[in-house]
Nanobody
Framework: QVQLVESGGGLVQAGGSLRLSCAAS????????MGWYRQAPGKQRELVAA???????SYPDSVKGRFAISRGIAKNTVDLQMNRLKPEDTAVYYC?????????WGQGTQVTVSS
């Protein structure tokens, strides 16, 4: 059973930084992409950052230049460094792993940015 465990959410003032971490366990299969989505109240879940097994990264314009995603050497962990946070970044952040055609999700971690 694949499990993803997230950590690092919390409350921060606008302009501050947070770092989210996610670790995948329970599989010996190679993990293709990993990344983070977020969902704010009343809004659809949106992709925040993704990193491939070859360490190629992608970001939407809303976070480009402020967020940075990275994978661990063992390729089963992924971190999201979030800088210059804005109130509109407030959401529940979900880690995901794409393995052999299936998505697996973490339980989510709350990020709240106060103005």
């Amino acid at each position: 059973q694949v499990q993803l465990v997230e950590s690092g959410g919390g409350l921060v003032q606008a302009g501050g930084s947070l770092r989210l971490s996610c670790a995948a366990s329970g599989t010996m299969l190679s993990i293709n992409n990993m990344g983070w989505y977020r969902q704010a109240p009343g809004k659809q879940r949106e992709l925040v950052a993704a990193v491939s097994s070859g360490d190629s990264t992608s970001y939407p314009d809303s976070v480009k230049g402020r967020f940075a995603i990275s994978r661990g050497i063992a390729k089963n962990t992924v971190d999201l460094q979030m800088n210059r946070l804005k109130p509109e970044d407030t959401a529940v952040y979900y880690c995901y792993a794409f393995i052999r055609g299936s998505y697996y999700w973490g339980q989510g971690t709350q990020v709240t940015v106060s103005s």
